[in-house]
């Protein structure tokens, strides 16, 4: 299924639904990463990026929700990129900061009718998509990226579960990752600080223009 084609994403969902009945639970993770700084990234790559992550997530939610009943859960999967960012990372900051708009969008309006939203933002996971950002991704993107942590793929599913099961609505797994994100979103001039600091140390040892 092509998750940036409504009509195919909506036939998909009504076949599932067809199938197994109204979801009590319905999780969109479908997503790619682009590591590339805005001078060295093409409008198609962006374009591409948001198309996936966050038109996506739309997709998804406009076609399962009209099926959903009372009580039962939407989740969209954001990024802790969604509250910080980080160097190289427009495209797939951008889209996960929509994801997060998204989603507090519907809570606005599926919360009182009884349909529950939730967000997931992990930091950094153990995934084949990680393994191959290593390979190419910014070498000062990839140092940054070490401040949240990564987490192995069980621990991070099973601490998304436990939130799901909890009700949460805004779920970021690993103590780091919620450290992070914690400084992001209540203290942004001293995580802007920080990240500015470490950028320019950065920026010694990987001049711009030079990959690792």
């Avoid at 076949?15 to 319905?26: C, S, T, V």
């Avoid at 997530?57 to 980080?86: D, I, K, Q, Y």
């Avoid at 991704?137 to 939130?163: F, R, W, Y």
Wanted: a negative charge; charged letters at 20%; one cysteine or more.
């Amino acid at each position: 299924m092509d998750i940036t084609d409504d009509a195919a994403v909506a036939a998909a969902v009504a076949d599932a639904i067809a199938m197994f009945g109204a979801p009590e639970l319905a999780i969109n993770s479908a997503g790619v990463v682009l590591n590339k700084t805005v001078a060295d990234q093409k409008p198609a790559e962006f374009r591409r990026v948001i198309d996936i992550n966050l038109n996506g997530s739309l997709h998804f939610a406009t076609a399962v929700l009209p099926f959903m009943e009372s009580g039962s859960r939407l989740a969209l999967v954001a990024s802790l990129a969604g509250h910080t960012s980080n160097y190289a990372y427009s495209a797939y900051g951008a889209s996960k900061f929509g994801v997060i708009g998204l989603a507090t969008t519907l809570r606005y309006e599926y919360e009182a009718l009884g349909i529950h939203l939730s967000c997931i933002c992990p930091p950094e996971v153990e995934t084949p998509l990680v393994d191959g950002e290593r390979l190419s991704g910014n070498p000062i993107s990839l140092e940054l990226k070490k401040t949240a942590g990564c987490m192995k793929a069980d621990a991070a599913c099973d601490q998304i579960v436990d939130g799901l099961d909890a009700g949460k609505w805004m779920i970021i797994p690993g103590a780091a990752g919620k450290l992070t994100g914690f400084v992001a979103r209540h203290m942004p001039g001293v995580f802007n600080g920080y990240m500015q600091r470490v950028i320019r140390k950065l920026m010694k040892q990987y001049p711009v223009g030079e990959t690792a």
